[in-house]
């Protein structure tokens, strides 16, 4: 499986961000997609996760109500809408994908390469 994110940039605080990751391979092995993130000096974060399927969705506990994960299965992309952004959710965000439902940690089988988001105050 292989997985392509995109969409990270700089925001403000209280701003908004879209990250994008494509998925392609043997996306038929895959039942959870997720998101992690890393900040500077930290370990890698759970985020949000998605039922490739049935869309059920699980977060951690820092961004619920501000972060939104979604799936347009046609294009084999899951998304993470990030609203009200803080500065403390400035990392290194990595799309994931595991071979079991569900994965609510950082220890994916897939990974795609990190795309960096920014958050000023």
């Known amino acids: 499986v292989q997985l392509q994110a995109s969409g990270g940039g700089l925001a403000q605080a209280g701003g908004s961000l879209r990250l994008s990751c494509a998925a392609s391979?043997?996306?038929?092995?895959?039942?959870?997609m997720g998101w992690v993130r890393q900040a500077p000096g930290k370990e890698r974060e759970f985020v949000a996760a998605?039922?490739?399927?049935?869309?059920?969705?699980y977060y951690t506990e820092s961004v619920k109500g501000r972060f939104t994960i979604s799936r347009d299965n046609a294009k084999n992309t899951i998304y993470l809408q990030m609203n009200s952004l803080k500065p403390e959710d400035t990392a290194v965000y990595y799309c994931?994908?595991?071979?079991?439902?569900?994965?609510?940690?950082?220890?994916?089988?897939?990974w795609g390469q990190g795309t960096l988001v920014t958050v000023s105050s």
């Open positions: 998605i039922n490739w399927s049935g869309g059920t969705t």
């Open positions: 391979g043997r996306t038929f092995s895959v039942y959870t």
């Open positions: 994931a994908a595991d071979k079991v439902w569900v994965k609510l940690s950082p220890s994916y089988d897939y």
